[in-house]
């Protein structure tokens, strides 16, 4: 089970660990505090920048991924189309699939989902086996509280 899960990946590799929020900090009190895609453009990042809120400076690598993946402009125009209550979302789903394409160029999200799926699977299967045996064995203690046991033997019920 602790080898299963191990391999599960950690579902939203955009949140912020210790060693991005030090970088990102680091980043902050080096006076660079352009985002990833302004500074990728060699362009001034201003106020109200429509990419920095999701590629702050310090988050390099998300952003190349989904540079990589979908191109500023798509990314852009992902933000166009859905909601502005919506558009955090968006661009973790953005930076999860770019990031799950990184690790497994072939795979990607699609592996991820399998991965999972075959999880649920084996964790499903085990549980109805639990199930049954717990079915078996509350039989069992039915039947010795009855006394049903004839010869006092105990009978194998294959539990
Ligand atoms: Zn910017």
Redesign the pocket.
């Given at each position: 089970m602790n080898s299963l899960t191990s391999k599960i990946p950690n579902p939203n590799p955009s949140s912020l660990s210790p060693a991005v929020i030090s970088s990102t900090a680091a980043a902050a009190n080096s006076g660079s505090t352009?985002?990833c895609?302004?500074r990728h453009q060699r362009r001034k990042?201003v106020s109200g920048?429509a990419?920095?809120p999701y590629f702050p400076a310090g988050e390099e690598a998300n952003f190349e991924n989904a540079h990589r993946i979908f191109g500023v402009a798509k990314i852009l125009r992902i933000l166009e189309l859905v909601a502005p209550d919506q558009r955090a979302a968006a661009m973790r789903a953005v930076i999860f699939h770019a990031n799950a394409r990184s690790r497994d160029p072939a795979g990607g999200c699609t592996r991820l989902i399998s991965d999972m799926q075959r999880h649920i699977d084996r964790a499903r299967a085990e549980l109805h086996r639990i199930n049954q045996q717990i079915n078996c064995f509350e039989m069992q203690m039915a039947a010795a509280a009855a006394n049903t046991l004839s010869d006092g033997a105990a009978l194998d019920w294959g539990c």
């Amino acid at each position: 089970m602790n080898s299963l899960t191990s391999k599960i990946p950690n579902p939203n590799p955009s949140s912020l660990s210790p060693a991005v929020i030090s970088s990102t900090a680091a980043a902050a009190n080096s006076g660079s505090t352009a985002c990833c895609s302004c500074r990728h453009q060699r362009r001034k990042c201003v106020s109200g920048c429509a990419l920095a809120p999701y590629f702050p400076a310090g988050e390099e690598a998300n952003f190349e991924n989904a540079h990589r993946i979908f191109g500023v402009a798509k990314i852009l125009r992902i933000l166009e189309l859905v909601a502005p209550d919506q558009r955090a979302a968006a661009m973790r789903a953005v930076i999860f699939h770019a990031n799950a394409r990184s690790r497994d160029p072939a795979g990607g999200c699609t592996r991820l989902i399998s991965d999972m799926q075959r999880h649920i699977d084996r964790a499903r299967a085990e549980l109805h086996r639990i199930n049954q045996q717990i079915n078996c064995f509350e039989m069992q203690m039915a039947a010795a509280a009855a006394n049903t046991l004839s010869d006092g033997a105990a009978l194998d019920w294959g539990c």
